[in-house]
Structures are given as structure tokens and as C-alpha cells.
């Protein structure tokens, strides 16, 4: 004689509500919203409530598509790197030489004066931030060994085609440079003058023989 089980409303409840279907949201609308929510408070800043709130998902749902927090800021850090942060490197990847260093400070002066640059750089901040483990470490190292890359080949184009004179080597210049460029993001989120910021960044692009 087959035995029968009767499940409580409550456990069916329980396993409609948890059933796999399919997502009813926009992944990438959700990172986006949660970027800028991590860009103007922080990883530490951002609690799961703000985050649910900005995203307009309730922490289940966040926790089932994401699988946590770190996990969330981790996909909001790479749409930042392809998103901002790239529209500020795109001619290092793009351009030769000089031309590439120019238009790069070019697009760096543009970005501190937008409005944006009131929150610095997500990159930035996130290196600032307490440990946040080895994805995130990994993230943020892997955009300034870009970036110096970068600089390093393009400041070697320059010397090559004869539109810069040599100072040093450079690897130095991709390193000051580098410095450089945080310390402007820094100064920016800091409410420093922009005025002051903007003539740093033509003064750096004397210095380079850029001018």
C-alpha cells in the first residue's frame, strides 16, 4: 500500500518561493545601479539594504543572482573598469605616441571637471578601502599594471618617433605618471580646486614635452 505525504501550506510556500525560474530583472541594469551606489558610498559604506533599495531586487534576490555582496561589487568593479575608467584610458589603447598621452590627459582634465569626479574614482577608492580579498586586490592592481603599461608604450612611441626628448626611461615616466593620476582622482574627490587640479595636469603635460 503506497504511502502518502501531505506537505504544510507553509513548506509549499517555502518551494514555490524557492523554485528555479527564470530572472525577471536585467542583470546588467542591476550592476550598473549597483555601481553607482558603490561609487558614491563605498563597499564598507554600501550596506545590503542601500544596495536592494538602489538595485530595486530584495536581498534574496540579490544573494541568489550575485551570490553575496563581494561577489555584487566585484561585477560592479569590472563594469567600471569597462565602462568610466575606460573612457578615460581609451586612447592609451587607441592612439600612438604623443597623441595618446594628450588626448588620455586630455580626457583625465574632462573627467575632473564633471560632476562625477565629486566621488573620485571607484578604482581609487576601492584601494583605499580595508582588505577586501584577493578578487578585489586582483582587480585593482590589474587596472594600474594596465595603465602603466600603457603609459610605458606610449611614452616609448613618443620617444621613437622623435615627438618627445627623453628625460627618463620609460618606466619611470609610467611610474611618476601612474602616481600622477591617482593623486589627481584623490584631489578630486577631496573637493579640491579644480582650477588648481586642471593646471597640475597642463603642468604634467609640460613636463612631458607634451605641451
Not at 76 to 102: F, Q
Not at 139 to 157: N, P, Q, T, W
Amino acid at each position: 500500500m503506497a504511502v502518502r505525504f501531505r506537505l504544510s501550506p507553509l513548506v509549499l510556500d517555502y518551494m514555490v518561493q524557492n523554485m528555479a525560474r527564470p530572472r525577471e530583472f536585467d542583470e546588467g541594469e542591476v550592476i550598473a545601479k549597483a555601481m553607482e551606489a558603490f561609487w558614491s558610498h563605498g563597499y564598507a559604506g554600501a550596506s545590503v539594504d542601500e544596495l536592494a533599495e538602489a538595485t530595486g531586487l530584495n536581498r534574496s534576490s540579490l544573494y541568489n543572482a550575485f551570490g553575496g555582496k563581494l561577489e555584487l561589487f566585484c561585477a560592479a568593479l569590472d563594469r567600471y573598469r569597462a565602462g568610466p575608467a575606460n573612457e578615460v584610458i581609451e586612447p592609451l589603447l587607441s592612439e600612438r605616441g604623443a597623441t595618446a598621452l594628450r588626448r588620455f590627459l586630455a580626457r583625465l582634465m574632462k573627467f575632473v571637471e564633471s560632476p562625477a569626479a565629486c566621488r573620485g574614482c571607484l578604482i581609487v577608492n576601492t584601494a583605499m578601502e580595508p582588505e577586501l580579498g584577493p578578487q578585489v586586490r586582483q582587480r585593482v592592481r590589474g587596472h594600474f599594471e594596465l595603465l602603466h603599461r600603457c603609459i610605458e608604450r606610449s611614452y616609448g612611441e613618443a620617444i621613437c618617433d622623435g615627438e618627445v626628448r627623453p628625460k627618463e626611461n620609460p618606466d619611470a615616466v609610467a611610474q611618476w605618471l601612474v602616481a600622477f593620476v591617482r593623486g589627481v582622482l584623490v584631489s578630486a574627490a577631496s573637493h579640491v580646486d579644480v582650477d588648481e587640479v586642471k593646471n597640475s595636469i597642463r603642468m604634467t603635460r609640460r613636463q612631458l614635452g607634451l605641451a
